[in-house]
């Protein structure tokens, strides 16, 4: 087992510091303006400073069917220009968060088409000579805005864009794999299990610990996507993820700089000896269907028990998951993606686990190195959304 922990710890001091940079890290921009025309739209920064323009549109509408075909051709012009329409009429979470919109911006009531650039408004469309030039005057404005930053304090971003969802969804995952809760009760499975000598009895009951886990963390990150899909991400639902991603690092960072002192994001002390009885009854449970019943019975009372150490990431994720303008079905499938990185490393230590028979468990150092790593991340994410959200949303 001091195998798995070293290749787990490997992973994720490789994986931390590479989000962590991918949002501090030096820019590489090209120089000159933000691209206005086509010829100089293909530039190096405007592949890089991509800019959103979110337009709410409803069927039936006239000026709406002229925006749409405005921006379509806009979008011909513009590669720096990303398109999301979402139709009020069809989507109820659009029209919430458009309902929300007008009211943070003191507007009443609420019409289309209306656009919005880097959390400015403008509502209506008449043509492309009046209402077009002021949607671009925004996205150039924006696009200004941003390149001026990037240039001043030389600083990149871990942005979708820049990623890509998938990669973005994956880093994400595997980075949350690595939770020392949830590590904690496996690790300590697997040390029990490998004195059967059984691999094969070992790969049944760690796999379903695994998979039943990973049943339920899928459940609860589609319980957080649809409150922010039912709520959007206005300023205040967003400075208050911030502020959970900021509270989660800090007592992260405080577990590894003086742990057992003070509030902890942890598994509680006193469910610990209950969790280990569990695990031991398992372990000498003889008939298998009760012995894989218990398993899954376990693997549900730990993701309740840590539910407050695991909250941070999927928030996070599943916020930004909400502003892509995608279906419901993609919404799904990208949280399945994030849940084969998630248990991607858990598969891994049971993998080797089970080939080498090794034995061991997770130290309290190597909880206290997860912990701290885990902790930077969370404070990095929350810096960002609170201060940058644009690079992530």
């Known amino acids: 087992m001091r195998a798995v922990l070293r290749v787990a710890l490997f992973v994720f001091l490789w994986l931390a510091p590479a989000v962590v940079t991918g949002v501090l890290a030096q820019g590489e921009t090209a120089g000159g303006a933000p691209a206005s025309t086509a010829s100089n739209s293909t530039s190096a920064r405007a592949q890089t400073l991509r800019t959103t323009i979110e337009v709410y549109v409803r069927d039936g509408c006239p000026h709406c069917a002229d925006a749409k075909a405005f921006l379509s051709q806009l979008q011909h ?52 000579g009046h209402s077009g030039r002021e949607s671009l005057a925004l996205v150039d404005e924006t696009s200004a805005e941003s390149a001026t930053a990037m240039d001043s304090q030389r600083l990149g971003s871990l942005t979708v864009d820049s990623l890509g969802l998938p990669l973005f969804t994956l880093t994400l995952g595997l980075l949350d794999g690595f939770n020392p809760c949830a590590m904690w009760v496996l690790l300590f499975l697997l040390s029990l299990l490998v004195r059967l000598r059984d691999r094969r009895r070992m790969a049944l009951i760690a796999g379903t610990f695994v998979l039943t886990s990973g049943a339920i963390y899928y459940a609860f990150m589609a319980a957080w996507l649809n409150v922010f899909l039912a709520v959007g991400l206005s300023g205040p639902v967003r400075v208050g993820l911030a502020l959970l991603a900021l509270t989660i690092g ?37 008939a298998m269907p009760a012995l894989l019943s218990g398993v899954v019975v376990l693997a549900v009372v730990v993701n309740l028990v840590e539910l407050l150490c695991t909250a941070g990431l999927p928030a996070v994720y599943t916020a930004v998951l909400t502003q892509q303008g995608l279906s419901a079905a993609a919404h799904y499938a990208y949280l399945g993606l994030y849940i084969l990185g998630y248990l991607a490393d858990d598969s891994l230590m049971v993998g080797i686990a ?30 960002v959304l609170l201060l940058r959200p644009q690079w992530l949303l």
């Open 250 to 286: 800090v007592f992260n960072v405080k577990d590894f700089v003086a742990p057992g002192h003070g509030p902890s994001m942890s598994i509680p002390a006193s469910a610990r000896p209950g969790l280990v009885a569990r695990m031991v009854k398992l372990r000498d449970t003889q």
């Open 77 to 128: 012009e513009r590669p720096d220009i990303r398109v999301q329409l979402h139709s009020v009429d069809t989507d109820a979470a659009a029209r919430d968060r458009l309902i929300v919109l007008f009211q943070d911006a003191g507007e009443w009531p609420p019409g289309v088409p209306t656009f919005v650039v880097g959390g400015r408004m403008l509502i209506g469309f008449d043509d492309a």
């Open 354 to 383: 089970v080939m080498a028979l090794g034995t061991g468990k997770l130290s309290e150092r190597g909880g206290r190195l997860l912990k701290l790593f885990s902790g930077v991340v969370m404070l990095v994410l929350g810096v």
